[in-house]
Nanobody, 124 residues
Framework: QVQLVESGGGLVQAGGSLRLSCAVS????????MGWFRQAPGKEREFVAA????????SYADSVKGRFTVSRDNAKNTVYLQMNSLKPEDTAVYYC?????????????????WGQGTQVTVSS
């Protein structure tokens, strides 16, 4: 059974940085494409970033492009989301997700397993 555990969330001032981590267990991590999504109160879950199985290819939402970087370490079964130049509108619960069969999907239903989420709060 594949399990995903996010960490690294917290409270940061606007303009600051955070790095989220997502540790994956119970499966062959290198065969999963991985994604990051976020959900703010009263809003739908939205795509943030995705990374291919090898880590060579990535995809970003326009709202985070140039500020966020997704990466992975297949030896550590972990995917990361480096978030720089944070804005108050980045405040949300951030989720990582594993896609067993495809790659760089931008829609939530394409993903097979989800973590529990980690809260990111950006103060102005």
């Amino acid at each position: 059974q594949v399990q995903l555990v996010e960490s690294g969330g917290g409270l940061v001032q606007a303009g600051g940085s955070l790095r989220l981590s997502c540790a994956v267990s119970g499966g062959t991590f290198s065969t999963f494409a991985m994604g990051w999504f976020r959900q703010a109160p009263g809003k739908e879950r939205e795509f943030v970033a995705a990374i291919s199985r090898s880590g060579v290819s990535t995809s970003y939402a326009d709202s985070v492009k140039g500020r966020f970087t997704v990466s992975r370490d297949n030896a550590k079964n972990t995917v990361y989301l480096q978030m720089n130049s944070l804005k108050p509108e980045d405040t949300a619960v951030y989720y990582c997700a594993a896609d067993y069969g495809r790659t760089l999907q931008r829609i939530a239903p394409a993903y097979d397993t989800w973590g529990q989420g980690t809260q990111v709060t950006v103060s102005s």
